[in-house]
């Protein structure tokens, strides 16, 4: 018996034809492969049916569920719990239990607690100028070094005070310039034994004074001095005693013999370069070098009866020799 058009009622099974409705919808002996209707019917059911034990397939949600039956070997979610499940399963009973664990956190305390102790003592501060050298701390210092201590801390104290507290304790001697000398200690043997250096000796109070060294010298040195009066004038009992400065063996060879005239050359805030009134300003040209070798400079006074007066004596000097020196005596 034939259909519309003459053609058969049940269509071919697994036909790829699209022309009539009986090619949608297939035949009863479609399989999975085919394109109508009763096909894709069959494959969604077979979607659902549980896949192979253990199957390692993953383009289906059946293969990714799993099979009841999989083994802890398989890689679908039943196998992967069942492993899970197998892991658990040598848990203690009572999940408090926790005495293994106890154990193994004691055991391994007991191992490492020492050498926790001793990390920790590397990063305790050492002594104050501690001499070891076995740690960091060693290096770093305690804030209680000195600057004879040989930590960085130490070190730090020293330059400090150097810089701005006590002052370097010890300085070397300035070289002469040759090879192997810094520029530095040139240029200090330059300022020591080539440039001038003044030092000063102050008379807060003339009454009553008696001839005595103002500058102590050693070595050989070029020297001239200067006196100046400070806020009191300097007066004596005759108006006629005189100042002068020099050496023993010769009192007035910086200084001329001047006379107190209680005016005039030793007046309130007067310069003493030479035996001429000076008011303020004096002629240091007139004031020549002297060549002094290991003797004292002395103020010199002729007659004891000076009443009053206020001085400070300037000693400008050059080394000669290398051990030359002058100082307030």
């Given amino acids: 018996m034939s259909g519309s058009f003459g053609e058969p009622i049940v269509p071919t099974e697994d036909t790829n034809a699209d022309v009539f409705a009986k090619d949608v919808i297939g035949k009863k002996s479609d399989t999975t492969a085919g394109t109508s209707l009763m096909s894709k019917i069959k494959s969604a059911l077979l979607k659902l049916e549980a896949p192979p034990i253990d199957t390692a397939g993953g383009l289906d949600m059946r293969e990714v569920v799993g099979n009841k039956s999989d083994t802890v070997a398989g890689t679908s979610i039943v196998g992967l719990s069942k492993a899970v499940k197998a892991k658990t399963d040598a848990l203690p009973t009572d999940p408090a239990d926790q005495s293994a664990v106890e154990s193994a956190i004691t055991a391994a305390h007991s191992t490492t607690n020492g050498k926790i102790d001793v990390v920790d003592g590397f990063h305790d501060i050492p002594t104050a100028d501690s001499a070891n050298n ?23 104290r020293a330059v400090t005070e150097a810089l701005f507290g006590m002052g370097i304790p010890f300085f070397p001697p300035a070289s002469q310039a040759g090879d192997g000398v810094s520029f530095a200690e040139v240029i200090r043997y330059i300022s020591d034994h080539q440039l001038t250096h003044t030092v000063i000796k102050a008379i807060p109070n003339m009454a009553g004074y008696d001839s005595a060294a103002i500058f102590s010298v050693s070595g050989s040195v070029m020297v001239r001095v200067i006196g100046m009066v400070g806020a009191s004038a300097v007066t004596c009992t005759s108006a006629t005693t005189t100042l002068s400065v020099g050496i023993q063996d010769d009192t ?3 200084l001329p013999a001047t006379t107190i005239d209680n005016a005039t050359k030793f ?3 007067n310069v003493w370069t030479s035996d001429i009134a000076q008011t303020r300003a004096g002629l240091v040209v007139a004031t020549p070098w002297v060549a002094i070798n290991n003797a004292s400079i002395y103020l010199t006074r002729s007659v004891d009866d000076i009443t009053a007066g206020e001085m400070e004596f300037v000693c400008e000097w050059k080394r000669i020799t290398s ?7």
Avoid: F
């Fill in 323 to 329: 051990n030359g020196s002058v100082t307030p005596a």
């Fill in 134 to 156: 076995a740690q960091m701390r060693d290096v770093i210092g305690n804030k209680s070094d000195t600057g004879a201590g040989t930590s960085i801390m130490a070190a730090c």
């Fill in 267 to 269: 007046g309130i805030g």
């Fill in 252 to 254: 007035d060879i910086l």
